[in-house]
């Protein structure tokens, strides 16, 4: 028994050298770990401490800081536009000529009355002679066919009156065969052939009377289809003696030429623009924008015109329906389309405005503005920065609507701010 109790103990012994023996061999290792350790966490501390160090303060120059103030906000759409004349003038080729002299040139002002250029009147003159011939023979046709419409009714009517003279004997006739058959002189069949020969000349007299009113009719008729196809004719010679005239092309008001054909000998269709004339007493706009925009579009959508520092309000009058090259165009009318600022050809920046509100928070649109609906900037409190969440409204092209996380006379940052995102505030120093 007691050599089993000294080999127990012997056991147990052993048994408390092995796990002190692992213990310390944990312990060796995590001092092998520790330095290791150490390193990454001082590291980490000193890239987050020389973070700190770099970023905590700014210059102020470096930041765009707007003040929150009440006022109005439109929601607008951008737009590019150039200035024409409101209201153009083209004159066409009054007929198929050639162009033989031009006298005014582009951009030249004109009064009404003033000769442009001209055109060749041969072709036109010789056209119009013939006209004139025709119409002329037109006429004596028209004379003679209405005496010989004329004549024919006399005939007519001459032959009636023969045969109210001839019904006159044959009822004399009749009368006496009906006496001398009352005292045997005549027989009843020379009384029945009387009265044949009287009912045969009434029967031929109003044939007579009904060709009479037939031509009578018809004679009119015939009579107002030549009037009416000689007063077509005669219409036709002065529309082509007015066509003469306008071979001589003339400025029909007053205004500046914006556009001229000056090929001098090339033949022009009739109907063909030679000249553009523009009133410049009034004026409107020609915009264009992105085919994106084309459904935000709508005929009488307010409109603001910039011209440098002017301001013109006007409306969509106009939208084309076709696209070219990815842009859709569209005419605004102004409210002053005298104004003084108006010129042919000047370039204006156009903005429709799709939303209005008056009297919100704003702030003044800056680099550092995301299109989300809300975003972190950051308030300005001397010179403090902290970062607080905004929520945006309505946004046009110089300001943002705040609906939230600001209030009047809060001073932020609008401007890029990315190198501070991770910081929650920084200081900011005044530029020396």
């Known amino acids: 028994m007691f050599g089993i109790g000294i080999g127990s103990i012997v ?49 102020s120059k470096d930041f765009h800081i707007v003040q929150v103030e009440k006022g109005d906000i439109r929601q607008t759409l951008s737009a590019a536009g150039i200035v024409v004349a409101a209201s153009e003038r083209v004159i066409n080729a009054p007929v198929s000529t050639e162009i033989e002299e031009v006298l005014i040139s582009t951009g030249t002002a004109v009064k009404a009355g003033d000769l442009i250029l001209k055109l060749d009147q041969e072709y036109t003159q010789l056209e119009y002679d013939r006209l004139n011939d025709e119409l002329s023979l037109r006429r004596n046709n028209i004379d ?14 001459y032959q009636d009156q023969i045969k109210a003279l001839q019904l006159s004997e044959l009822k004399a006739q009749l009368s006496d065969q009906e006496r001398l058959l009352s005292i045997g002189g005549a027989t009843a069949e020379d009384v029945e052939a009387a009265n044949l020969k009287l009912s045969i000349a009434k029967i031929e007299k109003k044939v007579l009377e009904n060709e009479l009113a037939f031509k009578r009719s018809v004679n009119t008729t015939d009579k107002n289809n030549l009037q009416l196809e000689y007063n077509i004719q005669r219409k036709r010679l002065t529309e082509l003696k007015r066509k003469l005239t306008e071979t001589q092309v003339k400025s029909p008001q007053n205004g500046v030429i914006t556009w001229i054909n000056e090929d001098i000998g090339k033949t022009v269709a009739e109907g063909e623009p030679l000249v553009k004339i523009a009133n410049l007493n009034r004026f409107k706009v020609e915009a264009t924008t992105s085919d994106r925009n084309s459904e935000k579009l709508q005929i009488g959508l307010p409109v603001e015109v910039r011209i440098g520092k002017d301001r013109l309000a006007g409306k969509i009058d106009r939208i084309l329906p076709e696209i ?78 705040v609906t939230a996380g600001l209030k009047e006379g809060d001073k932020v940052i609008v401007s890029e701010t990315e190198d501070f995102d991770h910081m929650d505030s920084f200081i900011i120093e005044k530029s020396k």
């Open 144 to 157: 003679k066919l209405k005496l010989q419409y004329d004549k024919d009714l006399r005939d007519i009517d």
């Open 324 to 401: 070219v090259n990815n842009t859709v165009r569209f005419f605004i009318t102004l409210d002053e389309d005298d104004h003084d600022a108006l010129r042919p050809s000047l370039r204006t920046e156009i903005y429709v405005i799709q939303n209005e509100k008056k009297d919100v928070l704003r702030a003044k649109r800056g680099s550092g503005l995301k299109g989300t609906k809300t975003q972190f900037l950051y308030t300005v409190n001397e010179n403090q920065a902290t970062k607080v969440r905004v929520t945006k409204g309505l946004v046009s092209a110089e300001y943002f609507e």
């Open 11 to 59: 056991a147990k012994e052993a048994n408390m050298d092995k796990q002190i023996s692992q213990s310390e061999q944990k312990k060796n290792r995590l001092k092998g770990y520790a330095p290791w350790i150490i390193g990454v966490l001082v590291l980490v501390g000193a890239y987050y401490g020389m973070r700190k160090v770099f970023t905590k303060k700014a210059d």
